[in-house]
Structure formats: C-alpha cells, structure tokens
C-alpha cells in the first residue's frame, strides 16, 4: 500500500474533482445552475483542504524528513 | 449557410458528443495514469492533463463558467501548490538530477499527446461558429451567477469564512519556527521572569525537571 503525503493530498483532489464531474453532470442534465454552484463550493474546499493540507506535509517534513504517513503514528495526543 | 438546417443540426450534435467522448477518455486514461506513476512530478502532470480534460467535457456539457474554473483554479492554483511543494520538499543535488531525467523524453512525451488531443478538440470548438451543448442546453455564466448570489447567498459567506480560514490556517503552519523565537516567546510569556531578565529562563531550559 502507498503512503505518501503528497500522492495522498491529489488522490483526494482527484476524488473532489470526480464528484465535481458528477454534480455538473447532473445540473447540465436537468438544465439547473445547481450543480454548478455545488461545484464551486467543491472549488473552494478543495482549496482551502490543499493549502492546509500541503502546509502540514511541510511542517511534518521539518520533524521527520520522510514523507511516509506511517512515520508520523508515533505522535502522541 | 445551411440548406438542410436539421441535417447539419444533427450532426453538430454528434460531433459534440464525439469531442465530449474523446475528453472524457483522455481524462480517464490520464486519471488512472496518474495515480499509477511513482515519481510525484510525472504523477503531477498526468493529473493537470486530466484536469484540462476534465475542463473540455464541462465545456461540451455547456458549463461554459465552471470549464473556465477548473482550468484557472484546478490547474492554475492548486497544482501549481502542489508543485511548488514537490520542489520544496526535495531541494539539492538529487533535484538536480531528477529534472534532468524530467527532461528526457518518454516521461513528458505522455501528457504531450494527451494535451495536444485536448488542444485539437479546443481549436475545433473555437473554429465553429455556433455554439450549442449537448442535449441539456448551455446554463449561461449569468445564470449561475444570479443562482450564486440569490438562493445560495450564505453557501458564499460560509466558503469565504472557509477559505478565510484556511489562509490563517496555513500561514500559522507554514510560519518559520526557530530557538531565537521560542526564547523571546518564552521570556514574553512569563512577566515576572522577564522583569528579571532573560539569563534566568534560558539557563532553567536544558535542566531536567529533578534537578535543584
């Protein structure tokens, strides 16, 4: 199984952007500007989501210079 | 100039829907591409292609708005983030190399073909001069802009605190941390010792708590 940070911050982008696909699919079928507007908020998480996201793989990255996820377990708290 | 104006009609129609096909395979193919790659660069490029890709099918299915989105935001923002932190994280010699190997054919011949596929269905889109979608008719900009900022008003207050949120956020994780600032927030934090200067906190630092 992969676990790296980085392949696992755009899976997740890939995953956002796959149900993106799927709520404009679904606004253009049924003529409704809804679906749209459910992926622009889709838009804007995943930015927020991607910049918190990178900047915590920077941080755990200056403690433990890997990018494995498992090597982070051992934090307490 | 049509004579047979529900004859070319038609055909338009397929031809729309071969585009949509056609964008929708590339972002297939460099979806799974992309989550199949080992180096996190080539990784990278597949998914800004299938992102582009992803862009032309909204284009066909006449979300003129969202297409224009995903390549200004999807594309332009949050892979270049991404790509940004690849290069971060991996700084020096090794670097070095691996952008030599980036630079050799065969790892960007892949995303070249798929992106050129995209350009060639874009330059066909451009050249026509009608524009109509597939079967659900085009939503205009307008409209989704009338629906944004009537019904779904507080849907844009909630993202702006959301993305308002996250800037703060990132910044605050992404702040140089270094011993100069740990000593100054220690001696700023505790008045008393302060008054008495700082010689007293950093000597009481490295000491273990049982010592006298």
Same mark, same amino acid.
Do not use: C
């Given at each position: 199984m992969r676990r790296n940070l980085i392949f696992i911050l755009m899976s997740i982008e890939i995953m956002l952007n796959g149900t993106g696909v799927a709520f404009v699919a679904a606004g253009s079928r049924w003529g409704q500007p809804d679906g749209q507007i459910m992926f622009l908020f889709i838009l804007a998480m995943a930015a927020s989501e991607v910049a918190v996201g990178l900047a915590l793989v920077l941080r755990l990255y200056r403690h433990h210079p890997t990018l494995d996820a498992d090597a982070v377990s051992d934090m307490r708290g | 100039m049509r004579l047979v104006p529900w004859i070319s009609a038609a055909s338009c129609h397929k031809s729309m829907e071969a585009v949509f096909y056609i964008a929708g395979a590339v972002a297939i193919v460099s979806t799974v591409m992309a989550?199949?790659?080992?180096?996190?660069? +080539? @990784?990278?490029? &597949?998914?800004?292609?299938?992102?582009? @890709? =992803?862009?032309?099918?909204? &284009?066909?299915?006449?979300? !003129?708005?969202?297409?224009?989105?995903?390549?200004?935001?999807?594309?332009?923002?949050?892979?270049?983030?991404?790509?940004?932190?690849?290069?971060?994280?991996?700084?020096?010699?090794?670097?070095? /190399?691996? /952008?030599?190997?980036?630079?050799?054919? $065969?790892?960007?011949?892949? !995303?070249?073909?798929?992106?050129?596929?995209?350009?060639?269905?874009?330059? &066909?889109?451009?050249?026509? @001069?009608?524009? !109509?979608?597939?079967?659900?008719?085009?939503?205009?900009? $307008?409209?989704?802009?009338?629906?944004?900022?009537?019904?779904?008003?507080?849907?844009?207050?909630?993202?702006?605190?959301?993305?308002?949120?996250? =800037?703060?956020?990132?910044? +605050?994780?992404?702040? !140089?941390?270094? /011993? $100069?600032?740990?000593?100054?927030?220690?001696?700023?934090?505790?008045?008393?010792?302060?008054?008495?200067?700082?010689?007293? =906190?950093r000597a009481g630092v490295g000491r273990t708590p049982d010592a006298p």
């Open positions: - | 989550i199949t790659r080992l180096n996190a660069v +080539h @990784a990278l490029l &597949y998914l800004i292609v299938s992102l582009l @890709a =992803v862009s032309v099918a909204f &284009y066909t299915m006449g979300a !003129p708005l969202v297409a224009a989105l995903e390549v200004i935001i999807y594309a332009g923002a949050i892979m270049v983030l991404f790509v940004f932190v690849v290069m971060m994280l991996n700084l020096g010699r090794r670097a070095v /190399e691996s /952008e030599r190997q980036l630079l050799q054919g $065969k790892i960007w011949v892949g !995303p070249s073909v798929l992106s050129a596929l995209l350009i060639v269905e874009v330059v &066909y889109l451009t050249a026509r @001069a009608t524009l !109509p979608g597939l079967p659900g008719s085009a939503l205009e900009p $307008k409209q989704v802009g009338l629906a944004l900022y009537g019904p779904y008003l507080i849907g844009v207050e909630l993202a702006s605190m959301l993305l308002l949120g996250a =800037v703060v956020g990132a910044y +605050h994780l992404g702040r !140089p941390i270094s /011993e $100069k600032a740990e000593v100054r927030y220690d001696r700023n934090s505790d008045g008393s010792r302060a008054r008495s200067g700082g010689r007293l =906190v």
